[in-house]
């Protein structure tokens, strides 16, 4: 009885409340203001709810996340030590050689304002110049590796000839292997051409090329790039090998000028 008593109920508000009217019953008001506090507190348990189980899904997250940072820092304070001990290091080898730095000056920073569309690879323009020091043969760089090296220089501007420009040549070194080679521009923004200067030269995909100061165009040790391709040619009398350099010529902004 009572069942059947609450079914009715049910499917006589059903009707009651099936159209949208702009009057509410008598019946329906009563029974609405009789259960607004329990909606609310409905409302309030499951808004608490979602909300503290937000928070703990953020919080797995979070310390997931935090996880893999603090990994990442410890691998960074590893690296940042071993390059200060081996700075430490050379820096004890050289004094002990007699060897003594040649370059004193601080690097001038300067911003790439010009590129010519048809040669974008070949060279640019910087504003510094021979006002602020920059001279006819100063190498030119980024963090990542060599960029060129100045062409030509006006008072306030300098042209560079980039790395990549098929008139740059200059001499470097596979730093595992100590071979010197020839690195050539090839006109192409990832592509640099080596050629050994040994006959039994030490190469391998993913070595990576350092300038030598035997050249007398780049300080010695600055980054080139890596091997990506060797080829010996059809009966292994002709070498070359592909470099991809470590700067991203084609997205030059700023770079660094080197005396």
């Not at 507190?41 to 937000?54: D, L, N, Q, V």
């Not at 602020?132 to 306030?156: E, H």
């Amino acid at each position: 009885m009572v069942t059947l008593i609450a079914a009715f109920v049910v499917i006589g508000l059903i009707y009651i409340t099936a159209d949208g009217r702009p009057v509410v019953s008598p019946l329906e008001a009563r029974l609405r203001d009789g259960l607004a506090p329990i909606y609310g507190a409905f409302s309030s348990i499951t808004g608490f709810a979602s909300h503290w189980w937000g928070v703990v899904r953020n919080y797995r997250h979070l310390e997931q996340e935090n996880s893999e940072l603090l990994q990442e820092i410890e691998w960074m304070k590893r690296r940042l030590a071993l390059m200060e001990q081996l700075e430490q290091e050379n820096a004890s080898l050289r004094e002990a050689l007699g060897f003594h730095a040649s370059n004193t000056h601080p690097p001038i920073g300067a911003e790439v304002i010009a590129r010519s569309p048809s040669n974008w690879f070949d060279k640019m323009v910087i504003d510094r110049g021979e006002a602020d020091g920059v001279s006819t043969g100063d190498a030119v760089v980024t963090p990542a590796g060599v960029v060129g090296r100045v062409y030509a220089t006006t008072k306030r501007t300098a042209e560079v000839m980039l790395i990549t420009d098929d008139r740059s040549a200059f001499g470097a070194t596979i730093s595992r292997s100590g071979d010197p080679v020839v690195v050539e521009g090839s006109g192409q923004w990832n592509n640099l051409r080596l050629k050994p200067l040994v006959k039994e030269v030490d190469i391998e995909i993913g070595d990576q090329i350092m300038t030598s100061s035997m050249s007398g165009v780049y300080p010695n040790g600055l980054p080139v790039g890596t091997v990506a391709q060797v080829d010996t040619g059809e009966y292994g009398l002709f070498f070359t090998a592909i470099i991809q350099p470590h700067a991203d010529l084609a997205r030059l902004r700023r770079v660094f000028v080197l005396k």
